[in-house]
């Protein structure tokens, strides 16, 4: 469980399988903004909470969480590949679901892995949080363009799910 590339089933002496949740570029990159903004866990938090969106997508300082981070994790957190990454995400991983259906996503995950019924509680939400609507389209057409490998793996990613 956690935020980890794929390779790590190379640290343990028995098999793993694989599964993630595939996230909308765009809101990730709103969402990790909002979450920094509030999150009490210095320096990230007073450097993030002097930006506004646009300041926070043009850093340098975070372009290593803004810039195909999801395409880079499907690469073994190495150079982000598309290619790499639509094999990987093929070959190697049990359940690519989609954070925007999570509770299909979880559906499918109980299928596949045997689970029986349980309850969830959504955490780490930002409420009132404002929508890609909310910003200039000057913003979010840098975010596209920052990530422009996982918006192609995610579209990847959705065919993936629609065949489940």
């Not at 999150?39 to 300082?61: C, G, I």
């Not at 990987?88 to 991983?93: A, V």
């Not at 679901?97 to 509680?121: A, C, M, V």
Request: glycine share 4%; hydrophobic share 30%; aromatic share 14%.
């Amino acid at each position: 469980m956690g935020h980890l590339p794929y390779g790590v089933h190379r640290r343990f002496s028995r098999p793993c399988n694989y599964i993630t949740m595939m996230r909308d570029p765009v809101e990730r990159i709103i969402s990790l903004y909002f979450y920094l903004q509030h999150a009490k866990k210095p320096p990230a938090h007073y450097m993030v909470k002097r930006m506004d969106l646009d300041q926070f997508v043009r850093s340098e300082d975070y372009r290593g969480n803004t810039s195909n981070l999801q395409t880079r994790y499907f690469c073994g957190g190495q150079t982000p590949n598309l290619e790499q990454a639509k094999e990987t995400l093929h070959r190697k991983f049990l359940v690519v679901g989609i954070t925007e259906r999570f509770t299909e996503s979880l559906d499918i995950l109980k299928q596949k892995l045997n689970w029986g019924s349980f309850d969830y509680q959504k955490k780490n939400v930002t409420r009132n949080r404002p929508t890609r609507y909310d910003f200039s389209p000057s913003t979010i057409d840098k975010i596209i363009n920052l990530n422009n490998l996982d918006y192609e793996l995610y579209l990847e990613a959705q065919q993936q799910f629609n065949k489940y």
